[in-house]
């Protein structure tokens, strides 16, 4: 009931296209979705993040959509550049509780 | 505003000997989570510390490791009688409220 399923494991985009990636959870009582990206060793860098009182959260090129009834959440990224090209994390947590990951997504665009 | 400061960034072991691990969380933030990832593996939760207290350690194996954050000064995760697999990266964050975390850039571990 603690985890954060993840899909897909890997995943190639063209430039310019849309990068979607999909997590689902099980604990209801999760409140709070970051999205987190990876590069090559580094650390983990906040993305974005949503709470479930909204459906969808959009920053620049990044949109976050919420199904709170399906207890499911995507990271869609617009117009996917080289540079984006990175290992993605979704995630949830209860406050003040450990933030659960799911196992990543490696996304490589094309030029 | 600095950020989650790790250090060593990198940490070579032979197999028995000890690794401390160390984490300036950024200013303002009392509580710490240390995360370990394994090559194109995720992020497996370790510990969650407040200032003096463990408050989870589930993710923590029961021998040999141990992870503190004192009053004054970094939080410590500890390795005693290293082995072979637990040659990983370990990375640290922290919060100010418990919600929000910022990982810092990672303690590459190599046990030879």
């Not at chain 1, 209801?28 to 990206?37: E, K, L």
């Not at chain 2, 040999?64 to 410590?76: C, D, H, L, T, Y």
């Not at chain 2, 922290?94 to 030879?112: A, C, H, K, N």
Request: hydrophobic share 35%; aromatic share 12%; glycine share 8%.
């Amino acid at each position: 009931q603690q985890q954060v399923k993840q899909s897909p494991q890997s995943l190639i985009v063209q430039k310019g296209g849309i990068s979607i990636i999909n997590c689902a959870y099980e604990n209801t009582a999760f409140d709070y979705f970051p999205w987190y990206q990876q590069f090559p060793g580094k650390g983990p860098a906040l993305l974005i993040a949503i709470r479930p009182d909204v459906s969808e959260k959009k920053e620049g090129r990044f949109t976050i959509s919420f199904n709170k009834s399906a207890k499911q959440f995507s990271l869609h990224i617009m117009d996917s550049q080289p540079g984006d090209s990175a290992t993605y994390f979704c995630a949830a947590s209860i406050p003040r509780d450990k933030i659960i990951f799911g196992k990543g997504t490696r996304l490589h665009i094309l030029p | 505003n600095a950020g989650v400061m790790q250090n060593p960034r990198h940490l070579v072991r032979r197999r028995g000997q000890e690794a401390r691990l160390r984490c300036s969380p950024m200013k303002g933030h009392s509580h710490v989570y240390w995360y370990r990832q394994l090559p194109e593996e995720g992020l497996k939760f370790m510990v969650y510390l407040q200032k003096e207290n463990i408050i989870d350690e589930s993710g923590m194996p029961k021998e040999r490791f141990s992870a503190e954050f004192p009053k004054e000064g970094p939080s410590i995760l500890r390795i005693q009688q290293v082995v072979r697999g637990d040659s990983a990266a370990y990375f640290c964050a922290s919060s100010p409220r418990g919600d929000t975390i910022y990982f810092g850039e990672g303690s590459w571990l190599t046990v030879v």
